[in-house]
């Protein structure tokens, strides 16, 4: 099976504009979980969509959004850019159901804002 | 808020065992150990995850205090390729997971 994988690998924006990041997850997974990674803070959880439908929430800013297709692709969208948004942006994929499913990672998004 | 604690770094050499500590004294009754290491340049990778009882798995041992307050992972005989920030999680559902700092570990040849 394909792993998980995101696109595009790396990004270079100004601040102030909008990005949108995509992830494909394993085939068959219906969860999506996105996470920020940043040398200060860490990894953090942004946000969970399974079956199309945000299932959990971390605490960022309502410039994060996100969304997942019929296909369980997902999409995040950062609005309105600032410099602390720089990060590498991680997508993990698990089926979703049952009591406990381990997360796949993928490589990620590198994002600077200049 | 994380609610491991870990040792920021640790030194083992290659071939032998490595024991690596995790404090989570607030551990609710429903909330899974988890495990996963993130390697340079690669997104977290899983390692093992527990509830109550000890496991095992092809890539690493969980052991589980009985107050479940402490946990330790331990690799059997490490190599190179285990070098990697090693994190240490609890939490009630595998699809929002809380990430510490971690610990890192290096491996010496």
């Known amino acids: 099976k394909a792993g998980v994988t995101q696109t595009p690998r790396y990004l270079i924006k100004t601040r102030g504009q909008q990005v949108t990041l995509s992830c494909s997850p394993i085939?068959?997974?219906?969860?999506v979980s996105w996470y920020q990674q940043t040398p200060g803070q860490g990894l953090q959880f942004l946000f969970e969509y399974f079956s199309e439908t945000q299932r959990n929430k971390g605490n960022f800013p309502g410039r994060f959004s996100g969304r997942q297709f019929s296909n369980s692709r997902s999409e995040m969208n950062v609005s309105t850019l600032e410099l602390g948004d720089s990060a590498l942006y991680l997508c993990a994929s698990s089926p979703g159901t049952g009591r406990y499913n381990e997360q796949f990672f993928g490589p990620g998004t590198r994002l600077t804002v200049l | 808020d994380a609610k491991t604690t870990q040792p920021n770094s640790m030194e083992s050499n290659e071939e032998e065992p490595v024991h690596l500590p995790c404090n989570h004294s607030t551990i609710s009754g429903t909330d899974y150990i988890h495990w996963y290491r993130q390697l340079p340049s690669q997104g977290p990778e899983y390692v093992i995850h527990g509830l109550t009882s000890n496991v095992n798995n092809r890539m690493a041992s969980l052991a589980i205090a009985e107050d479940r307050k402490s946990s330790t992972l331990i690799l059997h005989r490490a190599t190179l390729r285990d070098a990697a920030v090693y994190y240490c999680?609890?939490?009630?559902?595998?699809?929002?997971?809380?990430f510490g700092q971690g610990t890192r570990l290096t491996i010496n040849p």
């Open positions: 085939s068959g997974h219906r969860s």
């Open positions: 999680i609890r939490s009630e559902g595998a699809q929002k997971l809380v």
